[in-house]
């Protein structure tokens, strides 16, 4: 019998044992980004008047590029020295693994304080009814300092749960050496920008007389993908924003002109096939591609690897006929409704984005800026940049809206899925297009 | 070697026997039977607009007409034998080749071991570059050597070859390991001795080798099937499940419709289903397993 | 076996081939690790660097705290052993000793969760967690899978091998079966623990599902974890520092495998025996 009871004791003590660890275990514990604790008491005029209660703000976030990363770091730092009561604890998740972790925690009651996210995953958040409502806090005004096609991607049933805090844009990067020795022309303006034909032929000239394996290179991507597709007036979604029009004719040309330019040789069908989303990128760093089209976040990296040759960026063609087009969306910086602060989260993200921080910001971090008065003072490539916000700035409206619905995390995967199919030649455009205006229709009624 | 339980004396006291595997078995009931049940109660509700809402049995009648879905299992079975069978092989080759004594043939044993070490996640990005069809190195030699470029993962036949050859050189090392130790169980003299009878090497192969093998190649087995659901992270950074369906698997299509999709309800009936299939080939294997059990005596 | 001198030569000529196509991604892994960011994107691919930038290695390990993340990971695989190892070898002892109503039954639940894809339990482990609060904790990111019907498995084969008869004396003279298995057992199975060892270790050390997912802050992150920010897809992956900090966190565990490898093989042998 002794052993028994020996047994039993030393089980209950283990499980004991762990149950106090468990109950007192530690979490999170780290208050600031850096190491050194800050303690300077700087007289510097404080956004907050209560009395010492201690706030403590999670921040959930992705750096764009490492300055970028720098400058949340410096500019939290400096939010917390000026208001001493709030203590903001920021945590740095890669952005490929972000949904990863934010989604089981928002769906499991324990979300961060304030996400900088992908705009285009704040809506279904939102509709979960998980982001708050920050309407309360915003004076007249406040909305107006954001250009509206940014503005919008912050709001849900008009109520907004979020702010602005950068613009990405698509634009075609391209490869000076290859397009010089190839004497092709390029646009000198947003309105002077190439119609489709033309850019084929300027991509398949850069291949033959630049000497580039491949003319052109596409980000595989819905993000560009539906660029091309609104450059020649096509769109995944009609105005009521819930019945597809990707198989409209249309859409459906512009995906076979896309597929032409691949399935010909003059953009590569490997990158289209790929799992690696960054593969057009590394051909295009080895010197290999004429034209690139991505987004403007690849400047600090494109700073650092390209040295074997000049690489600069120039405006998206469009078909004949219609408007020049892009895809822009950005950053936002959300609150969640399951926040006890969200006055002080609002007031970080508030300072946070005012126009002094964010020129300081975006200006060290080259990214482009949703304000009406965006002035950063660019510290790398300026010219760059300033094709990119002009590119941005042929937004539509309804084409962020329609990147913005709560279901379009859902339609990505089918929208990649049959544009792979298309863009390799192994099914017609009108069928991909069919395929997924299917799944569009599903995922509506859902 | 006996697969089930072993013959015990009789009188051995059974409460202490309880006792002691409860905390184990606690843990493991609680920690991966739990998130089992949970996910098969899952499966019969889906997830919208931020609750999980009754659903009964559609999921599942979603699933039937799914061709994803089936295309899906399809491609799991593909995948499996086309690794377990090379695995089994090649590591088993490698392992009676190194099975010296010597610090060459110790010094290759170390180096088929290294890609075990590395992980799955570091390992999928070194290949991704490696065969990027473009501008990867192994593309490049076979250019030097004027052979045609290959596809690799991002063509729609070579995909899942692909996947098979970077599992195999991620595990064989591992593989390798349990081999050598079962071929160091089998004594010398029953070679030598069959040798003196005339047998040949095949004839010793099949006779002595395979059958006194066969606790480690049990082991193999299992371990390589355990291994071929780690595919997730391979397929998740080189293909994502593409070219066109060629590399979806049952595994990944759970996260895709899990965690890209947010539907959960289905992802869950999807584990559901993979769960029972699993279940039935695992019962299966045992008979074969248990039916070999009395052929193990050999001389 | 007896072979030839020529089959000798033609055997090792094979293996050796096998050993370069192991070798070239990773030789490509450290080569990468030493190169500028602008080599590595450059065509032609070069296999050995041109100036190969040693502090790479100290560079990459500072971009990020990884120390503290390397002393996670170490607490993760030492809590792992000790809970995980000291219970499978308890539990595989009573599976291959005891006998006892509902054991094969158990046995086959054990073993039939070694097949469990994780995929299809991060989503409820992941509510477990939370509710039993355990979200972002040491206890957390090991217990999943802390027991598991691999180990069990293993070292219910060995302890099949160990002789009855030690057991039985043992009880004759009034030992106590927990006692028994302190004093008896497990000076014996030195092997077989070594082994379990290592292979709870080649999973924790490597694993980046679990602490990925159940941790919400970057102190409790691990290698793994770390590794993973470099692939921030938004900006590209910085290559060098990756490599460099992959090529680091590697070494520990071939160190490790050297060390052990007479264990290892000595290990698994004995729970063939049966």
Same mark, same amino acid.
């Given at each position: 019998m002794?052993g028994?009871?020996?047994?039993?004791?030393?089980?209950?003590?283990?499980?004991?044992?762990?149950f106090?660890?468990?109950?007192?275990?530690p979490?999170a514990p780290?208050?600031?980004?850096?190491?050194?604790?800050t303690t300077t008491e700087?007289?510097?005029v404080?956004?907050?008047?209560?009395?010492?209660?201690v706030?403590? /703000?999670? /921040?959930?976030?992705?750096?764009?590029?490492p300055p970028?990363?720098?400058?949340y770091?410096?500019?939290i730092?400096e939010?917390?020295a000026?208001?001493?009561n709030?203590?903001?604890?920021?945590?740095n998740?890669?952005w490929?693994?972000f949904?990863?972790?934010?989604?089981p925690? @928002?769906?499991a009651?324990?979300?961060p304080?304030?996400a900088?996210?992908?705009?285009?995953?704040?809506?279904?958040?939102a509709?979960?009814?998980?982001?708050?409502?920050?309407?309360?806090?915003?004076?007249?005004g406040?909305?107006?300092?954001?250009?509206?096609?940014r503005?919008?991607?912050?709001?849900?049933?008009?109520?907004?749960f979020?702010?602005?805090?950068?613009?990405?844009a698509?634009?075609m990067w391209?490869?000076?050496?290859?397009?010089d020795?190839?004497g092709v022309?390029?646009?000198?303006?947003?309105?002077?920008?190439w119609?489709?034909?033309?850019?084929?032929e300027a991509?398949?000239?850069?291949?033959?007389?630049?000497?580039?394996?491949y003319g052109?290179?596409?980000?595989?991507?819905?993000?560009?993908y539906?660029?091309?597709?609104?450059?020649?007036?096509?769109a995944?979604?009609?105005?009521?924003?819930?019945?597809?029009?990707?198989?409209d004719p249309?859409?459906?040309d512009?995906?076979?002109?896309l597929?032409?330019m691949h399935?010909?040789?003059?953009?590569p069908?490997?990158?289209?096939?790929?799992?690696d989303?960054?593969?057009?990128?590394?051909?295009?760093q080895?010197?290999k @591609?004429?034209?690139?089209?991505?987004?403007?976040?690849?400047?600090a990296?494109?700073n650092?690897?390209?040295k074997?040759?000049?690489?600069?960026?120039?405006?998206l063609?469009h078909?004949?006929?219609e408007?020049?087009?892009?895809?822009?969306?950005?950053e936002n910086?959300?609150?969640f409704?399951k926040?006890?602060y969200?006055?002080?989260?609002?007031?970080?993200?508030?300072?946070?984005?005012?126009?002094?921080?964010?020129?300081?910001?975006?200006?060290?971090?080259?990214l482009?800026?949703?304000?009406?008065?965006?002035?950063?003072a660019?510290?790398?490539?300026p010219?760059?940049?300033?094709v990119?916000?002009?590119?941005?700035?042929?937004?539509?409206?309804?084409w962020?809206?329609?990147?913005?619905v709560p279901a379009?995390?859902? /339609?990505?995967?089918?929208?990649?899925?049959n544009?792979?199919?298309?863009?390799?030649?192994?099914?017609?455009?009108?069928?991909a297009?069919d395929?997924?205006?299917?799944?569009?229709?599903?995922?509506m009624?859902e | 070697?006996? $697969?089930?339980i072993?013959?015990?004396?009789?009188?051995?006291?059974?409460?202490?026997?309880?006792?002691m595997?409860s905390?184990g078995?606690?843990? +493991? $009931?609680v920690?991966?039977v739990v998130?089992?049940?949970?996910a098969l109660?899952?499966s019969?509700?889906?997830f919208k607009s931020?609750?999980f809402v009754f659903?009964g049995?559609n999921?599942f009648?979603i699933?039937l007409?799914?061709?994803?879905?089936?295309?899906? +299992?399809l491609?799991t079975?593909?995948?499996t034998?086309g690794?377990? &069978?090379?695995?089994i092989?090649?590591?088993?080759?490698?392992?009676?080749?190194l099975?010296?004594?010597g610090g060459?043939a110790?010094t290759?044993?170390?180096?088929?071991f290294l890609p075990?070490?590395?992980s799955?996640?570091i390992a999928?990005?070194?290949?991704?570059?490696?065969?990027?069809p473009?501008?990867?190195?192994?593309n490049?030699i +076979?250019?030097?050597?004027?052979f045609?470029?290959?596809?690799?993962y991002a063509?729609?036949?070579?995909?899942?070859?692909?996947?098979?050859?970077?599992?195999?050189?991620k595990?064989?090392?591992?593989?390798?390991i349990?081999?050598?130790?079962?071929?160091?169980? &089998?004594p010398?003299?029953?070679?030598?001795?069959?040798?003196?009878d005339?047998?040949?090497?095949?004839q010793s192969?099949?006779n002595?080798t395979i059958?006194l093998?066969?606790p480690?190649l049990?082991?193999?087995?299992?371990?390589?099937?355990?291994f071929?659901f780690?595919?997730?992270?391979?397929i998740?950074?080189m293909?994502?499940g593409?070219?066109g369906?060629?590399?979806?698997?049952?595994?990944?299509?759970?996260?895709r419709?899990g965690?890209?999709?947010s539907? $959960?309800?289905l992802?869950?009936?999807?584990?559901?289903? +993979?769960?029972l299939i699993l279940?039935?080939l695992i019962?299966?294997?045992m008979?074969?397993?248990?039916?070999?059990?009395?052929?193990?005596e050999?001389? | 076996?007896?072979?030839r001198?020529?089959?000798l030569?033609?055997? =090792?000529?094979?293996?050796?081939?096998?050993a370069?196509i192991?070798l070239?991604?990773?030789?490509?892994m450290?080569?990468?690790?030493?190169?500028?960011?602008?080599?590595?994107?450059?065509?032609p691919?070069t296999?050995?660097?041109?100036?190969?930038i040693?502090?790479n290695?100290?560079a990459?390990w500072?971009t990020?705290p990884f120390?503290?993340?390397?002393?996670?990971t170490f607490?993760y695989?030492?809590?792992?052993?000790?809970i995980?190892?000291?219970f499978?070898?308890?539990?595989g002892?009573?599976?291959?000793k005891?006998?006892?109503?509902?054991s094969?039954?158990?046995f086959?639940?054990a073993v039939?969760t070694?097949?469990?894809?994780t995929?299809?339990?991060?989503?409820?482990m992941?509510?477990m967690?939370?509710n039993?609060?355990?979200l972002?904790?040491?206890?957390?990111i090991?217990?999943?899978e802390?027991v598991?019907?691999?180990?069990i498995?293993?070292?219910?084969?060995?302890?099949?091998?160990?002789?009855?008869?030690?057991?039985e004396?043992?009880?004759?003279?009034?030992?106590?079966?927990?006692?028994?298995?302190?004093?008896?057992i497990l000076?014996?199975s030195?092997?077989?623990?070594?082994?379990?060892?290592?292979?709870?270790?080649?999973?924790?050390?490597?694993?980046?599902i679990?602490?990925l997912?159940?941790?919400?802050s970057?102190n409790?992150y691990t290698l793994?974890v770390?590794?993973a920010?470099?692939?921030?897809v938004? =900006?590209?992956?910085?290559?060098?520092?990756l490599m460099?900090?992959?090529?680091?966190v590697v070494?520990?565990l071939?160190?490790?495998?050297?060390?052990?490898?007479?264990?290892?093989?000595?290990?698994?042998?004995?729970?063939q025996?049966?």
């Amino acid at each position: 019998m002794r052993g028994i009871i020996k047994i039993a004791v030393l089980v209950v003590i283990i499980s004991m044992v762990m149950f106090i660890v468990v109950a007192c275990a530690p979490k999170a514990p780290e208050a600031t980004t850096t190491e050194e604790a800050t303690t300077t008491e700087e007289a510097a005029v404080t956004t907050e008047e209560k009395p010492a209660e201690v706030v403590t /703000l999670r /921040l959930m976030m992705f750096p764009d590029n490492p300055p970028d990363e720098e400058m949340y770091k410096k500019m939290i730092d400096e939010y917390m020295a000026a208001n001493p009561n709030i203590k903001i604890q920021m945590e740095n998740v890669p952005w490929n693994t972000f949904q990863e972790k934010l989604k089981p925690q @928002v769906i499991a009651g324990n979300p961060p304080d304030i996400a900088r996210i992908s705009s285009q995953w704040g809506t279904e958040y939102a509709e979960m009814g998980e982001l708050a409502d920050l309407s309360e806090f915003i004076d007249t005004g406040f909305v107006d300092q954001f250009q509206e096609g940014r503005w919008v991607t912050c709001l849900y049933q008009d109520k907004p749960f979020g702010v602005p805090e950068t613009s990405i844009a698509i634009a075609m990067w391209y490869n000076k050496n290859l397009v010089d020795k190839a004497g092709v022309t390029l646009p000198k303006s947003v309105d002077d920008a190439w119609t489709w034909e033309e850019f084929y032929e300027a991509a398949k000239t850069v291949q033959s007389k630049g000497g580039a394996e491949y003319g052109f290179a596409i980000y595989k991507s819905f993000f560009p993908y539906l660029a091309w597709i609104y450059s020649g007036d096509g769109a995944l979604l009609k105005d009521d924003l819930k019945t597809p029009a990707i198989n409209d004719p249309n859409s459906v040309d512009a995906i076979k002109f896309l597929t032409d330019m691949h399935v010909s040789g003059v953009a590569p069908v490997s990158v289209a096939a790929s799992g690696d989303a960054d593969a057009a990128q590394k051909i295009f760093q080895a010197g290999k @591609v004429g034209f690139y089209m991505s987004g403007v976040w690849l400047l600090a990296t494109f700073n650092d690897a390209i040295k074997d040759f000049e690489f600069a960026a120039t405006y998206l063609p469009h078909k004949e006929g219609e408007d020049p087009a892009t895809n822009a969306s950005g950053e936002n910086l959300i609150v969640f409704e399951k926040s006890k602060y969200k006055k002080e989260a609002f007031e970080f993200i508030k300072w946070f984005t005012n126009k002094e921080n964010s020129d300081k910001h975006l200006g060290a971090a080259s990214l482009l800026s949703p304000r009406v008065d965006t002035n950063p003072a660019y510290e790398v490539r300026p010219d760059v940049l300033k094709v990119f916000a002009e590119q941005a700035a042929v937004l539509k409206i309804h084409w962020a809206l329609e990147t913005h619905v709560p279901a379009f995390p859902k /339609l990505i995967a089918p929208l990649m899925d049959n544009m792979t199919l298309a863009l390799t030649g192994k099914l017609n455009a009108q069928s991909a297009a069919d395929n997924i205006a299917d799944e569009v229709n599903t995922v509506m009624s859902e | 070697m006996n $697969f089930v339980i072993a013959k015990k004396p009789a009188n051995w006291k059974t409460k202490n026997a309880y006792i002691m595997i409860s905390p184990g078995m606690l843990l +493991l $009931f609680v920690f991966l039977v739990v998130p089992c049940i949970y996910a098969l109660y899952i499966s019969f509700t889906e997830f919208k607009s931020g609750a999980f809402v009754f659903v009964g049995l559609n999921n599942f009648k979603i699933l039937l007409k799914n061709k994803i879905f089936w295309v899906s +299992l399809l491609n799991t079975f593909y995948y499996t034998i086309g690794v377990i &069978i090379p695995s089994i092989v090649i590591s088993l080759f490698i392992a009676m080749g190194l099975n010296r004594k010597g610090g060459y043939a110790a010094t290759l044993r170390t180096i088929y071991f290294l890609p075990v070490a590395i992980s799955e996640a570091i390992a999928a990005v070194i290949w991704q570059s490696v065969l990027n069809p473009d501008v990867g190195i192994a593309n490049y030699i +076979l250019q030097l050597l004027h052979f045609p470029k290959i596809g690799w993962y991002a063509d729609f036949n070579w995909a899942m070859p692909t996947l098979i050859m970077v599992s195999l050189w991620k595990n064989v090392g591992y593989y390798m390991i349990i081999f050598l130790a079962g071929l160091q169980t &089998i004594p010398q003299e029953y070679y030598e001795a069959a040798s003196i009878d005339g047998a040949n090497w095949w004839q010793s192969f099949r006779n002595i080798t395979i059958p006194l093998l066969r606790p480690s190649l049990f082991f193999v087995y299992i371990t390589s099937i355990i291994f071929s659901f780690r595919i997730f992270t391979w397929i998740y950074v080189m293909t994502q499940g593409g070219p066109g369906y060629s590399t979806m698997v049952t595994v990944y299509y759970i996260y895709r419709e899990g965690f890209q999709r947010s539907h $959960f309800g289905l992802a869950s009936a999807i584990s559901t289903i +993979l769960l029972l299939i699993l279940l039935v080939l695992i019962i299966f294997q045992m008979r074969q397993f248990r039916l070999f059990k009395t052929e193990e005596e050999f001389r | 076996m007896r072979t030839r001198k020529i089959n000798l030569i033609i055997i =090792y000529a094979l293996l050796t081939i096998g050993a370069v196509i192991i070798l070239i991604p990773l030789i490509w892994m450290v080569s990468t690790a030493l190169k500028t960011e602008a080599e590595i994107g450059a065509w032609p691919p070069t296999l050995i660097p041109r100036n190969p930038i040693w502090t790479n290695f100290a560079a990459g390990w500072k971009t990020q705290p990884f120390t503290r993340m390397l002393i996670n990971t170490f607490i993760y695989c030492i809590g792992a052993v000790i809970i995980g190892g000291f219970f499978m070898a308890l539990t595989g002892y009573v599976f291959a000793k005891f006998k006892f109503r509902g054991s094969n039954f158990m046995f086959i639940v054990a073993v039939a969760t070694m097949m469990i894809p994780t995929q299809v339990i991060i989503i409820p482990m992941f509510l477990m967690m939370k509710n039993l609060n355990l979200l972002n904790t040491f206890f957390g990111i090991i217990l999943p899978e802390v027991v598991n019907g691999f180990g069990i498995f293993l070292m219910r084969q060995f302890f099949l091998t160990v002789p009855d008869d030690i057991i039985e004396a043992a009880r004759l003279d009034g030992c106590s079966e927990i006692r028994i298995f302190f004093k008896i057992i497990l000076p014996v199975s030195r092997p077989a623990i070594t082994t379990l060892i290592i292979f709870i270790v080649l999973y924790r050390w490597n694993d980046l599902i679990w602490p990925l997912i159940n941790t919400t802050s970057n102190n409790m992150y691990t290698l793994p974890v770390g590794i993973a920010s470099f692939q921030g897809v938004q =900006y590209g992956i910085v290559w060098n520092n990756l490599m460099a900090v992959s090529t680091l966190v590697v070494i520990p565990l071939i160190i490790l495998y050297l060390i052990f490898q007479k264990y290892l093989i000595r290990g698994i042998v004995l729970t063939q025996l049966k």
